[in-house]
Protein backbone atom coordinates (compact mmCIF):
# COMPACT_ATOMS: atom_id res chain seq x y z
CA UNK A 1 0.00 0.00 0.00
CA UNK A 2 1.13 3.22 -0.84
CA UNK A 3 -0.19 6.83 0.63
CA UNK A 4 -0.04 9.77 -1.74
CA UNK A 5 -1.00 13.58 -1.48
CA UNK A 6 -3.38 14.42 -4.31
CA UNK A 7 -2.99 17.08 -6.71
CA UNK A 8 -5.77 19.24 -8.13
CA UNK A 9 -6.02 16.91 -11.24
CA UNK A 10 -10.04 16.38 -12.19
CA UNK A 11 -8.90 12.52 -12.52
CA UNK A 12 -7.76 12.44 -8.43
CA UNK A 13 -10.91 14.59 -7.38
CA UNK A 14 -13.52 11.70 -8.83
CA UNK A 15 -11.08 8.70 -7.30
CA UNK A 16 -11.16 10.46 -3.99
CA UNK A 17 -15.02 11.36 -3.77
CA UNK A 18 -16.00 8.31 -5.02
CA UNK A 19 -14.10 6.51 -2.88
CA UNK A 20 -15.25 9.03 0.17
CA UNK A 21 -18.95 8.67 -1.12
CA UNK A 22 -18.94 4.73 -1.09
CA UNK A 23 -17.56 4.18 1.86
CA UNK A 24 -19.67 3.58 5.13
CA UNK A 25 -18.07 6.35 6.91
CA UNK A 26 -18.06 8.89 4.12
CA UNK A 27 -19.03 12.15 4.86
CA UNK A 28 -19.78 15.53 3.20
CA UNK A 29 -17.23 17.73 5.58
CA UNK A 30 -14.53 15.03 3.76
CA UNK A 31 -15.52 15.93 0.13
CA UNK A 32 -12.94 17.77 -2.10
CA UNK A 33 -15.86 20.49 -2.32
CA UNK A 34 -15.69 20.73 1.51
CA UNK A 35 -12.01 21.34 1.65
CA UNK A 36 -12.38 24.09 -1.51
CA UNK A 37 -14.73 25.87 0.29
CA UNK A 38 -12.79 25.85 3.59
CA UNK A 39 -10.15 27.38 1.68
CA UNK A 40 -11.57 30.29 0.87
CA UNK A 41 -11.28 31.28 4.29
CA UNK A 42 -7.90 30.65 6.74
CA UNK A 43 -8.05 26.96 6.12
CA UNK A 44 -5.84 25.17 3.51
CA UNK A 45 -6.61 21.83 2.78
CA UNK A 46 -4.56 18.57 1.81
CA UNK A 47 -6.12 15.63 0.36
CA UNK A 48 -4.44 11.77 1.53
CA UNK A 49 -5.33 9.16 -0.18
CA UNK A 50 -4.64 5.08 0.54
CA UNK A 51 -4.33 3.09 -2.59
CA UNK A 52 -4.09 -0.98 -2.59
CA UNK A 53 -2.87 -1.73 -6.61
CA UNK A 54 -4.90 1.49 -7.66
CA UNK A 55 -7.51 0.32 -5.27
CA UNK A 56 -8.85 3.19 -2.31
CA UNK A 57 -8.77 1.81 1.14
CA UNK A 58 -8.42 4.76 3.18
CA UNK A 59 -8.71 8.94 2.86
CA UNK A 60 -8.47 12.40 4.81
CA UNK A 61 -8.70 15.85 3.84
CA UNK A 62 -6.90 17.54 6.40
CA UNK A 63 -7.00 21.35 6.86
CA UNK A 64 -4.49 23.26 7.56
CA UNK A 65 -4.28 26.13 9.63
CA UNK A 66 -2.02 28.77 10.65
CA UNK A 67 -1.52 29.48 14.84
CA UNK A 68 -0.88 32.65 16.51
CA UNK A 69 2.51 33.92 16.52
CA UNK A 70 5.46 31.42 16.37
CA UNK A 71 3.16 28.51 17.15
CA UNK A 72 3.04 27.23 13.39
CA UNK A 73 0.31 25.42 12.46
CA UNK A 74 -2.15 22.54 12.85
CA UNK A 75 -4.16 20.05 11.43
CA UNK A 76 -7.78 19.25 11.24
CA UNK A 77 -10.11 16.34 9.69
CA UNK A 78 -13.70 17.58 9.80
CA UNK A 79 -15.35 14.09 10.01
CA UNK A 80 -12.40 11.82 9.16
CA UNK A 81 -10.38 9.78 8.60
CA UNK A 82 -12.93 7.71 6.18
CA UNK A 83 -12.12 3.86 5.72
CA UNK A 84 -14.05 0.94 6.18
CA UNK A 85 -13.82 -0.93 9.50
CA UNK A 86 -10.97 -3.73 9.52
CA UNK A 87 -8.75 -1.60 7.54
CA UNK A 88 -5.45 -1.59 10.32
CA UNK A 89 -2.61 -1.99 7.34
CA UNK A 90 -4.41 1.13 5.65
CA UNK A 91 -5.10 3.29 8.67
CA UNK A 92 -1.16 2.43 9.52
CA UNK A 93 -0.50 3.78 6.54
CA UNK A 94 -2.31 6.94 6.31
CA UNK A 95 -0.63 7.76 9.91
CA UNK A 96 2.57 7.28 8.45
CA UNK A 97 1.57 9.79 5.62
CA UNK A 98 -0.24 12.37 8.28
CA UNK A 99 3.17 12.08 10.31
CA UNK A 100 4.63 12.90 7.19
CA UNK A 101 2.98 15.61 6.26
CA UNK A 102 2.75 17.04 9.21
CA UNK A 103 7.11 17.12 9.49
CA UNK A 104 6.83 18.62 6.58
CA UNK A 105 4.71 21.28 7.57
CA UNK A 106 5.76 21.95 11.09
CA UNK A 107 2.63 21.41 12.32
CA UNK A 108 1.75 21.42 16.24
CA UNK A 109 -0.78 18.41 15.93
CA UNK A 110 -3.57 16.94 13.83
CA UNK A 111 -7.11 17.35 15.04
CA UNK A 112 -9.97 14.21 13.71
CA UNK A 113 -13.31 14.08 14.80
CA UNK A 114 -14.66 10.92 12.74
CA UNK A 115 -17.92 9.54 11.66
CA UNK A 116 -18.23 6.93 14.50
CA UNK A 117 -20.35 5.92 17.17
CA UNK A 118 -19.02 6.36 21.09
CA UNK A 119 -17.97 3.25 22.64
CA UNK A 120 -16.58 1.05 19.56
CA UNK A 121 -13.80 -0.62 20.72
CA UNK A 122 -11.97 -0.64 17.41
CA UNK A 123 -11.41 2.40 16.92
CA UNK A 124 -10.84 3.17 20.80
CA UNK A 125 -7.28 0.74 20.28
CA UNK A 126 -6.47 2.32 17.49
CA UNK A 127 -6.42 6.11 18.08
CA UNK A 128 -4.51 5.34 21.28
CA UNK A 129 -1.65 2.64 19.64
CA UNK A 130 -1.23 5.45 16.91
CA UNK A 131 -0.71 7.80 19.68
CA UNK A 132 -3.78 9.65 19.60
CA UNK A 133 -5.08 11.36 22.76
CA UNK A 134 -8.84 12.13 23.72
CA UNK A 135 -9.01 16.01 23.46
CA UNK A 136 -12.62 16.54 24.23
CA UNK A 137 -13.51 19.83 25.98
CA UNK A 138 -17.60 19.48 26.70
CA UNK A 139 -20.68 18.51 25.43
CA UNK A 140 -22.97 19.25 22.61
CA UNK A 141 -21.91 22.42 20.45
CA UNK A 142 -18.98 22.65 22.17
CA UNK A 143 -16.64 20.79 19.74
CA UNK A 144 -15.98 21.89 16.50
CA UNK A 145 -18.88 19.23 15.18
CA UNK A 146 -21.55 18.02 17.21
CA UNK A 147 -20.74 15.38 19.65
CA UNK A 148 -24.66 14.92 19.92
CA UNK A 149 -26.94 14.15 16.79
CA UNK A 150 -30.46 12.83 16.14
CA UNK A 151 -30.20 10.00 13.06
CA UNK A 152 -33.30 8.56 11.08
CA UNK A 153 -32.91 5.34 9.53
CA UNK A 154 -34.95 6.12 6.21
CA UNK A 155 -35.25 3.02 4.72
CA UNK A 156 -38.48 1.96 4.91
CA UNK A 157 -41.69 3.49 3.82
CA UNK A 158 -43.10 6.46 4.29
CA UNK A 159 -46.07 5.22 6.46
CA UNK A 160 -43.59 3.50 8.22
CA UNK A 161 -41.89 6.41 9.20
CA UNK A 162 -44.90 8.37 10.03
CA UNK A 163 -46.17 5.68 12.14
CA UNK A 164 -42.70 5.91 13.79
CA UNK A 165 -43.04 9.73 14.60
CA UNK A 166 -44.40 11.19 18.02
CA UNK A 167 -47.78 11.92 17.56
CA UNK A 168 -47.75 15.68 17.72
CA UNK A 169 -44.89 15.77 15.30
CA UNK A 170 -47.24 13.82 12.55
CA UNK A 171 -50.03 16.32 13.95
CA UNK A 172 -48.18 19.35 13.22
CA UNK A 173 -46.74 18.34 9.64
CA UNK A 174 -50.23 17.64 9.00
CA UNK A 175 -51.14 20.66 10.11
CA UNK A 176 -48.58 22.70 7.99
CA UNK A 177 -49.96 20.65 4.97
CA UNK A 178 -53.80 21.68 5.31
CA UNK A 179 -52.50 25.54 6.13
CA UNK A 180 -51.12 25.04 2.32
CA UNK A 181 -47.34 25.50 3.15
CA UNK A 182 -45.43 24.69 0.32
CA UNK A 183 -41.49 23.57 0.66
CA UNK A 184 -39.47 23.92 -2.81
CA UNK A 185 -36.38 21.79 -2.34
CA UNK A 186 -33.77 22.91 -5.36
CA UNK A 187 -34.24 26.17 -5.29
CA UNK A 188 -32.46 28.59 -7.46
CA UNK A 189 -29.20 30.27 -6.11
CA UNK A 190 -31.39 33.55 -7.05
CA UNK A 191 -33.20 33.35 -4.14
CA UNK A 192 -29.89 33.08 -1.85
CA UNK A 193 -30.60 36.37 -0.30
CA UNK A 194 -34.27 35.25 0.90
CA UNK A 195 -32.29 32.36 2.83
CA UNK A 196 -30.04 34.50 4.05
CA UNK A 197 -32.38 37.13 5.48
CA UNK A 198 -34.44 34.51 7.50
CA UNK A 199 -31.26 33.40 8.76
CA UNK A 200 -30.06 36.63 9.92
CA UNK A 201 -33.90 36.94 11.39
CA UNK A 202 -33.21 33.60 13.79
CA UNK A 203 -29.56 34.62 14.52
CA UNK A 204 -31.44 37.98 16.28
CA UNK A 205 -33.93 35.87 17.45
CA UNK A 206 -32.24 33.10 19.37
CA UNK A 207 -29.26 34.52 19.72
CA UNK A 208 -26.49 32.99 17.73
CA UNK A 209 -23.56 34.57 15.11
CA UNK A 210 -23.49 33.40 11.90
CA UNK A 211 -21.21 34.14 8.71
CA UNK A 212 -21.17 36.86 6.58
CA UNK A 213 -23.03 36.27 3.35
CA UNK A 214 -20.57 35.32 1.03
CA UNK A 215 -19.65 32.18 2.74
CA UNK A 216 -23.43 30.93 1.91
CA UNK A 217 -22.62 32.32 -1.59
CA UNK A 218 -19.37 30.00 -1.90
CA UNK A 219 -21.14 27.15 0.04
CA UNK A 220 -23.90 26.89 -3.06
CA UNK A 221 -21.33 27.43 -5.69
CA UNK A 222 -19.18 24.87 -4.61
CA UNK A 223 -21.61 22.07 -3.54
CA UNK A 224 -24.75 22.52 -5.45
CA UNK A 225 -23.59 22.45 -8.85
CA UNK A 226 -22.15 18.68 -7.89
CA UNK A 227 -25.39 17.77 -6.57
CA UNK A 228 -23.96 18.06 -2.44
CA UNK A 229 -26.02 20.34 -1.50
CA UNK A 230 -29.81 21.66 -1.84
CA UNK A 231 -31.47 25.18 -1.10
CA UNK A 232 -34.50 24.65 0.47
CA UNK A 233 -37.39 27.61 0.67
CA UNK A 234 -40.63 27.46 2.64
CA UNK A 235 -43.50 29.72 1.51
CA UNK A 236 -46.93 30.18 2.41
CA UNK A 237 -49.20 32.27 0.31
CA UNK A 238 -46.22 33.51 -1.81
CA UNK A 239 -44.15 34.52 1.71
CA UNK A 240 -40.89 32.73 2.32
CA UNK A 241 -41.33 31.74 6.03
CA UNK A 242 -38.40 29.64 6.53
CA UNK A 243 -35.47 27.71 5.08
CA UNK A 244 -32.52 25.21 4.95
CA UNK A 245 -29.36 24.12 3.08
CA UNK A 246 -29.20 20.61 2.68
CA UNK A 247 -26.46 17.86 2.34
CA UNK A 248 -26.47 14.64 -0.31
CA UNK A 249 -23.40 12.18 -0.50
CA UNK A 250 -24.17 8.66 -1.67
CA UNK A 251 -26.75 7.12 1.13
CA UNK A 252 -26.74 9.83 3.67
CA UNK A 253 -28.22 13.06 3.69
CA UNK A 254 -27.70 15.88 6.60
CA UNK A 255 -30.16 18.75 7.39
CA UNK A 256 -27.96 22.05 7.95
CA UNK A 257 -28.32 26.20 8.58
CA UNK A 258 -31.66 25.87 9.61
CA UNK A 259 -33.78 29.15 9.43
CA UNK A 260 -37.28 30.63 9.74
CA UNK A 261 -39.25 34.15 10.10
CA UNK A 262 -40.78 35.32 13.09
CA UNK A 263 -44.11 35.54 11.13
CA UNK A 264 -46.33 32.55 10.79
CA UNK A 265 -44.31 30.23 13.20
CA UNK A 266 -47.84 28.83 14.18
CA UNK A 267 -48.55 27.15 11.02
CA UNK A 268 -45.27 24.63 11.74
CA UNK A 269 -43.67 25.51 8.61
CA UNK A 270 -40.67 23.66 9.85
CA UNK A 271 -42.24 20.36 10.42
CA UNK A 272 -43.30 20.44 7.05
CA UNK A 273 -39.58 21.11 5.64
CA UNK A 274 -38.13 17.89 7.35
CA UNK A 275 -40.55 15.90 6.73
CA UNK A 276 -40.32 16.99 2.90
CA UNK A 277 -36.42 17.02 2.89
CA UNK A 278 -36.54 13.04 4.49
CA UNK A 279 -39.08 12.31 1.40
CA UNK A 280 -36.49 13.95 -0.56
CA UNK A 281 -33.64 11.80 0.52
CA UNK A 282 -35.52 8.59 0.11
CA UNK A 283 -36.47 9.57 -3.29
CA UNK A 284 -32.49 10.20 -3.88
CA UNK A 285 -31.71 6.50 -2.88
CA UNK A 286 -30.73 7.83 0.65
CA UNK A 287 -31.11 5.34 3.56
CA UNK A 288 -29.69 7.83 6.05
CA UNK A 289 -31.16 11.08 7.38
CA UNK A 290 -29.42 13.38 10.32
CA UNK A 291 -30.55 16.08 12.06
CA UNK A 292 -27.22 17.35 12.90
CA UNK A 293 -26.22 18.82 16.41
CA UNK A 294 -28.10 18.82 19.74
CA UNK A 295 -27.00 19.42 23.34
CA UNK A 296 -26.07 16.09 25.59
CA UNK A 297 -28.59 14.41 27.84
CA UNK A 298 -30.25 17.18 29.03
CA UNK A 299 -33.82 17.93 30.96
CA UNK A 300 -36.55 20.40 30.18
CA UNK A 301 -34.87 23.06 31.99
CA UNK A 302 -31.88 23.27 29.50
CA UNK A 303 -32.65 26.22 27.12
CA UNK A 304 -31.93 24.13 24.28
CA UNK A 305 -34.11 21.40 25.00
CA UNK A 306 -36.73 22.68 22.56
CA UNK A 307 -34.14 21.74 20.00
CA UNK A 308 -33.96 18.65 21.36
CA UNK A 309 -37.70 17.90 21.60
CA UNK A 310 -38.47 19.18 17.86
CA UNK A 311 -35.81 16.51 16.48
CA UNK A 312 -36.49 14.02 18.65
CA UNK A 313 -40.38 13.57 17.61
CA UNK A 314 -39.43 12.39 14.05
CA UNK A 315 -38.26 9.31 15.81
CA UNK A 316 -34.22 9.59 15.22
CA UNK A 317 -31.85 7.70 17.24
CA UNK A 318 -30.03 9.95 19.51
CA UNK A 319 -26.37 9.32 18.61
CA UNK A 320 -22.62 9.94 20.53
CA UNK A 321 -19.52 10.27 18.40
CA UNK A 322 -16.37 9.46 19.69
CA UNK A 323 -15.38 12.95 19.77
CA UNK A 324 -12.02 15.04 19.02
CA UNK A 325 -8.90 13.32 19.05
CA UNK A 326 -5.19 14.70 18.71
CA UNK A 327 -1.98 13.64 17.39
CA UNK A 328 0.64 15.94 19.02
CA UNK A 329 3.98 16.40 16.52
CA UNK A 330 5.71 19.15 19.09
CA UNK A 331 4.25 18.67 22.73
CA UNK A 332 5.55 22.27 24.10
CA UNK A 333 3.62 24.06 21.66
CA UNK A 334 0.58 21.58 22.28
CA UNK A 335 0.74 22.78 25.66
CA UNK A 336 0.81 26.25 25.18
CA UNK A 337 -1.45 26.23 22.47
CA UNK A 338 -4.21 24.02 25.02
CA UNK A 339 -3.43 27.22 27.29
CA UNK A 340 -4.08 29.84 25.16
CA UNK A 341 -6.91 28.77 22.58
CA UNK A 342 -9.69 28.92 25.41
CA UNK A 343 -8.82 32.44 26.34
CA UNK A 344 -8.74 33.07 22.74
CA UNK A 345 -12.30 31.58 22.06
CA UNK A 346 -13.81 33.44 24.82
CA UNK A 347 -12.52 37.15 23.55
CA UNK A 348 -12.57 36.90 20.33
CA UNK A 349 -16.61 35.85 20.39
CA UNK A 350 -17.00 39.17 22.91
CA UNK A 351 -15.33 41.35 20.29
CA UNK A 352 -17.92 39.80 17.46
CA UNK A 353 -20.96 39.85 19.57
CA UNK A 354 -19.60 43.48 20.54
CA UNK A 355 -19.64 44.38 17.28
CA UNK A 356 -23.17 43.03 16.17
CA UNK A 357 -24.76 45.21 18.59
CA UNK A 358 -23.09 48.32 17.50
CA UNK A 359 -23.80 47.85 13.94
CA UNK A 360 -27.83 47.20 14.93
CA UNK A 361 -27.74 50.00 17.37
CA UNK A 362 -26.39 52.36 14.07
CA UNK A 363 -29.14 50.67 11.74
CA UNK A 364 -31.82 51.86 14.45
Known amino acids: MQCRILDQSAADRQVYN ?3 A ?14 QLKEKGQWRAWRLLVEDEGTPKAAVTLLERPLPGPLGCF ?3 PRGPVLEPGQEIAWDCLMEGIRKLGRKRRAVFCKIDPD ?14 TGFGNADR ?7 QPRYVFRLDI ?3 EEELLASMQQKTRYNIRLAERKGVDVQIGAPREQLPVFYR ?3 ETAVRDNFLIRGYSYYEDFYDLLAPDGLAELVLVRHEGEEIA ?3 LFRLGEKAWYIYGASANNKRNLMPNYLMQWRMIQWAQREGCIMYDFRGVPGDVGPEHPLYGLVKFKKGFGGDYCQFIGEWDLIFRPVLYSLYNRLEPWYQRNIRRVIRAGKKIKQLIKR
Do not use: M, N
Open 243 to 245: GAL
Open 18 to 20: DFI
Open 22 to 35: GCSKGHVLQTWQWG
Open 75 to 77: FYA
Open 116 to 129: ILAGDPLWQERLRR
Open 155 to 157: SPG
Open 198 to 200: LLQ
Open 138 to 144: GEGFEGV
